[in-house]
């Protein structure tokens, strides 16, 4: 059997599990990171990175890696649906921070890999690839570290003061800690496919139908990241094959069809679902949650990497102080816990209000309808989604002016 006694074990290479390892391992901690797919790995995702995530690249020195190996720029977010289109663009609103705005867009498979060659590349971090974490370690009621293991069948029992579940939606360390609850009301299923040989510019497309949608996102080599999101209970009466299923839906959103013409330039359509889920802890007596571990709402805001990051930066400075300060304890997690109530919390709620809209057709309908008429709105809707600008932001009503005072006959469309 493997052993090791570490600072901090963590659950997960995605992007919160990666970055959380390189930021504690550049702090001094000793760093082990469990993961059990096989990298370079493909993840069901948009593929969109938000504008605010480009800072937190830099200061993880990734940025220029990123953008070398292909990353396209994301100027904007055009959402179509029952015969409306409005493009909203990043551009400078309210205390947006970015100067240049704009979002990028690249393959998880090389995103991820990337990330995490940044992490080991620290030499603080004990990587054990293709290990599957199975348990968690405790004595006297706290969180000692967790079971894993390997592909050649073999276990390994990692201690350490703190244990992190950095394990995404399906997260089996929040299962473990008994705090993972599925939200029923948004039973959703995604079906994610890479499409070639398609017109493009340098904007996301979002084509909403009645309870459902696909997002799109140009990404590196000339693919299109292309997801359906659907009700998984409407995926499963249609009874077809995840391509069939796609296929067929693509009907529902002519401009994307018209431009997407059969048969079909991709080789596989992967799926996961149920998507929505909520965690009523993130940090227990020698442990803590981050990024999608933590829940999930829905895709359709694109901000899941950034959270991811944002989640590992908050919590690497509570880890450090915590160690610093010999503590396991939860209470010396509540720097963590105040941060994502500050700064993450407010975006999840915004989530849960949107996916309240978008589940009434008529809502959205008229919704999509209004920022049509006034794209000053649709720049402000995309901004505020791709955390270009902070929630509180829309408290200031000069935002708002510059919103309603860009009409759409004033503006040629990109
Ligand atoms: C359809 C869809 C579209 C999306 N589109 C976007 C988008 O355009 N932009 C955006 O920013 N976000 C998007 N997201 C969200 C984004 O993918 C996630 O928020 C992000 O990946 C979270 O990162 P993470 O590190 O928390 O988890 P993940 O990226 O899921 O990483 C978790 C890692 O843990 C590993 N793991 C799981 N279980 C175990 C175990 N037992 N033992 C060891 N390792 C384990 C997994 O293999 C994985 O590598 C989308 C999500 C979906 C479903």
Same mark, same amino acid.
């Given at each position: 059997m493997v052993e090791r006694d570490v600072d901090v074990v963590i659950a997960g290479a995605g992007p919160a599990g990666s970055t959380l390892a390189q930021r504690l391992a550049l702090a001094g901690r000793r760093v082990a990171l469990v993961e059990k797919r096989r990298f370079p790995r493909a /993840?069901?995702?948009?593929?969109?990175?938000?504008?605010?995530?480009? *800072?937190?690249?830099?200061?993880?020195?990734?940025?220029?890696?990123?953008v070398a190996h292909g990353a396209r720029r994301v100027r904007g977010l055009e959402l179509h649906g029952w015969e409306h289109s409005a493009l909203g663009r990043y551009g400078p609103l309210g205390r947006a921070t970015s100067e240049e705005p704009h979002g990028l867009a690249l393959r998880r498979e090389v995103l991820d890999e990337l990330l995490l060659e940044r992490a080991l590349s620290t030499g603080g971090v004990e990587f054990f690839a293709e290990t599957a974490v199975l348990g968690l370690i405790r004595e006297n009621g706290a969180v000692r570290g967790l079971v894993?293991?390997?592909?050649?069948?073999?276990?390994?029992?990692?201690?350490a003061r703190f244990t992190v579940?950095?394990?995404?939606?399906?997260?089996?360390?929040?299962?473990?800690?008994g705090v993972r609850e599925p939200l029923a009301w948004l039973d959703k299923l995604a079906l994610s496919a890479h499409v070639v040989d398609v017109a493009w510019n340098d904007v996301a497309? %979002?084509?909403?139908?009645?309870?459902?949608?696909?997002?799109?996102?140009?990404?590196?080599?000339?693919?299109?990241? %292309?997801?359906? %999101?659907?009700?998984? &209970? &409407?995926?499963?009466?249609?009874?077809?094959?995840?391509?069939?299923?796609?296929?067929?839906?693509?009907?529902?959103?002519? /401009?994307?069809?018209e431009?997407?013409?059969?048969?079909?330039?991709?080789?596989?359509?992967?799926?996961?679902?149920?998507?929505?889920?909520?965690?009523?802890?993130?940090?227990?007596?020698?442990?803590?949650?981050?990024?999608?571990?933590?829940?999930y709402i829905d895709p359709v805001t694109g901000d899941g990497v950034f959270l991811a990051l944002r989640g590992a930066r908050l919590l690497a400075v509570a880890l450090d102080e915590a160690l610093s300060a010999g503590r396991i304890d939860r209470a010396a997690l509540d720097g963590y816990v105040?941060?994502?109530k500050r700064e993450l919390a407010p975006r999840t709620v915004a989530a849960k209000l949107l996916q309240?809209?978008?589940?009434?057709?008529?809502?959205?309908?008229?919704?999509?309808?209004?920022?049509?008429?006034?794209?000053?709105?649709?720049?402000?809707?995309?901004?505020v989604a791709g955390?270009?600008? *902070?929630?509180?932001?829309?408290?200031?009503?000069?935002?708002?002016?510059?919103?309603?005072?860009?009409r759409r006959s004033t503006e040629p469309r990109a």
């Open positions: /993840k069901v995702c948009g593929e969109f990175l938000s504008p605010e995530c480009r *800072p937190l690249f830099a200061e993880l020195g990734v940025l220029d890696a990123i894993a293991r390997g592909r050649d069948g073999a276990t390994c029992e990692l201690r579940g950095a394990d995404g939606v399906r997260s089996r360390v929040a299962e473990e800690l497309e %979002v084509h909403f139908f009645d309870r459902g949608y696909f997002a799109c996102a140009p990404v590196d080599g000339g693919r299109v990241c %292309v997801n359906l %999101v659907v009700d998984r &209970a &409407a995926y499963r009466a249609a009874a077809l094959a995840p391509h069939e299923y796609f296929e067929r839906l693509l009907e529902r959103a002519p /401009k994307l069809r431009r997407v013409r059969g048969p079909l330039g991709f080789a596989r359509v992967t799926g996961l679902g149920p998507l929505a889920f909520r965690t009523t802890a993130q940090t227990f007596d020698g442990a803590a949650l981050v990024g999608d571990a933590c829940g105040a941060g994502r309240r809209a978008l589940a009434h057709p008529r809502v959205s309908r008229s919704a999509l309808a209004v920022l049509d008429a006034r794209p000053g709105l649709a720049d402000l809707a995309v901004a955390d270009q600008l *902070p929630l509180s932001d829309l408290l200031r009503p000069g935002v708002w002016r510059r919103a309603f005072a860009r």
